[in-house]
């Protein structure tokens, strides 16, 4: 009888450990021999600190699970094999992943494949509905582990990263208290520690999408200070465009809607690039999913521009440091494209 | 005994230049974006001539209005106050732009290659109009 | 020496914001979509703050900055929750 062949994407999850054993005691029960393909695909942001780590990481999680599984195989007819995906292309959206995995389970010959309810590569959020979507497009039969979630926020000892977060909110909603009142009255700096605390107590857990890093976050803040005047010269050029052709009585306008994938993670810095795009004059963010932007230009000049991604060069830099800010344009790198009004 | 007062009306007058400049171009900006918001075809376009008030119209009337408080508390509050603009009114225009979008307004768009200005203009002023 | 008095440039400024806020209500009114209007009372808001902070350094007011802190955020805010409400789902934001 052939061998069962599964395959079981990992990634550093709680409910990881659990997926691998339904994987292979599933697989074990309509076949007594089992292939088992653990594979983890690495985001397309590996060359950013965190990925570096994230990498390391991925070999130390497939030799655990390749324990895991010979331990719930119990002497069982099961072979492993191991793969990291990803390392020599760039994986994005959901979209990526799905045929990355289909690649590979065409060649081996795999028709199953167990997901993760958890399931989450890199430092995204959780992408389960979308990958399931994006892998019935692909035609992969897929099984979703059955799980016991554990409760995610259980915790109530404040850990090491809990203090950092109480630290940080506490001092910015001091010091913008400060900047409203008066920084060398007694009053007002008795009354700002008090909301300050009461603020940093009740909102800390909700104010950083990411978390903080002793000497990574307060350097992206530095980098955003210069990336202020950047950002500032490139408003006033694409106002004098703007202006210039508004004013001109023919108004020779070309709108168009494009898309762009932008090479930046979801959350504050997504955030921070399609604010910037729509704060530049003749470029609008109309959509922002899965670091796909949808975007309205007015004129030609602006589409170049925002094609050459500076804006986005100038958020990594800001985030990811200087080194991630030196990456081909969103036109070079086949990433921009002009779309038609139905893709709203 | 002359010297320090003429030092600083000269500066007075500098200042007073400035701030006359600042206020003009925030006006300027203005301007053109109020005559964007009435010419422009549909609302897809409408919103990107709506952040130049809020970014150099805005910035340069806040940018006058600081030079005339000069170093006082209320100055820092003008740069704050530029700076929560510029924050929020991003976000602002995109939820807007994204509701219509949702709500199936279409965009007008030029033709791929050939770019029919005429056409445009014709559409944008039997609109306005 | 001034030709005029600082206070009297800022006025003048104010005055022709308040101007142009005037020509916006005519997006306003006309539409034709909720979201043209809609976009036009924000610009119109924003316009509003300008006025504010001009009128704080013309009238030597710097109170009149709290208000416009104020209407900023509740300018935000109106856009936000309008955008919301003109979507069946409500999942804009």
């Known amino acids: 009888m052939a061998a069962e062949r599964v395959l079981v994407p990992l990634s550093d999850t709680v409910t990881v450990r659990q997926t691998v054993a339904y994987a292979v005691q599933s697989g074990l029960e309509t076949a007594d021999s089992l292939e088992c393909h653990l594979v983890i695909a690495l985001p397309y942001d590996v060359d950013l600190p965190e990925g570096k780590r994230m990498s390391d990481g991925a070999e130390e999680l497939l030799e655990r699970a390749e324990n895991w599984v010979e331990e719930d195989a119990d002497g069982a007819d099961v072979t492993i094999e191991t793969a990291v995906l990803g390392t020599d292309e760039y994986l994005f959206g959901p979209r990526d992943y799905a045929e990355i995995f289909r690649a590979y389970a065409d060649d081996h010959g795999i028709d199953r494949l167990v997901l993760d309810p958890e399931y989450s590569p890199g430092v995204t959020a959780s992408m389960l509905q979308p990958l399931e979507r994006e892998l019935d497009r692909v035609g992969m039969s897929y099984d979703e582990a059955p799980v016991e979630r554990a409760a995610r926020h259980g915790r109530l000892v404040l850990s090491h990263t809990g203090f950092d977060r109480l630290f940080a909110t506490f001092w910015i909603s001091f010091g913008f208290y400060l900047v409203l009142g008066d920084p060398f009255y007694w009053f007002d700096l008795l009354t700002g520690a008090a909301v300050a605390g009461i603020v940093s107590v009740s909102l800390a857990h909700v104010t950083f999408s990411m978390p903080l890093d002793r000497v990574q976050s307060p350097l992206r803040a530095v980098r955003f200070v210069f990336y202020i005047p950047y950002l500032l010269w490139e408003i006033v050029k694409a106002n004098i465009a703007v202006s210039a052709v508004i004013l001109r009585p023919s108004m020779p306008i070309e709108p168009t809607l494009t898309r762009v994938n932008a090479r930046v993670r979801s959350g504050l810095p997504l955030l921070a690039l399609a604010n910037s795009i729509t704060l530049t004059p003749g470029t609008l963010t109309v959509r922002a999913n899965d670091q796909q932007l949808l975007v309205h230009t007015l004129i030609p000049s602006a589409r170049e521009d925002l094609f050459d991604g500076g804006l986005e060069k100038a958020i990594r830099f800001v985030f990811y440091g200087r080194e991630s800010a030196a990456i081909p344009s969103p036109n070079e790198r086949d990433d921009a494209e002009i779309v038609g009004g139905d893709e709203l | ?129 | 020496m001034t030709p005029v008095p600082l206070e009297d440039v800022f006025l003048a400024a104010a005055a022709l914001f308040v101007v142009l806020a005037i020509v916006l209500f005519y997006r306003a009114v006309v539409g034709p979509t909720t979201q043209d209007r809609l976009l036009a009372v924000n610009v119109l808001g924003t316009n509003t703050v300008v006025i504010l902070a001009l009128l704080a350094a013309g009238l030597d007011q710097s109170w009149f900055l709290d208000v416009a802190l104020i209407y900023a955020l509740l300018n935000f805010l109106m856009s936000i929750a309008i955008s919301k409400f003109t979507v069946d789902r409500g999942g804009v934001l």
């Open chain 2, 1 to 129: 005994m002359i010297e320090p007062i003429a030092l600083q009306s000269t500066l007075e007058t500098v200042r007073f230049w400035a701030i006359v400049l600042c206020l003009g171009l925030g006006v300027f900006f203005t301007l053109v974006s109020t005559v964007g918001v009435l010419r422009l075809p549909d609302i897809y376009a409408r919103a990107h001539t709506a952040s130049q008030t809020d970014t150099l119209g805005a910035g340069f009337a806040l940018a006058g209005v600081a030079l005339a408080f000069g170093w006082q508390h209320a100055a820092v509050y003008t740069v704050l106050l530029l700076f929560f603009v510029f924050i929020t009114n991003p976000t602002a225009a995109h939820a807007i732009a994204r509701s219509a979008a949702e709500s199936d307004v279409e965009p007008v768009l030029a033709e791929e290659g050939e770019a029919d200005d005429a056409e445009v203009a014709a559409e944008t002023e039997g609109e306005t109009r």
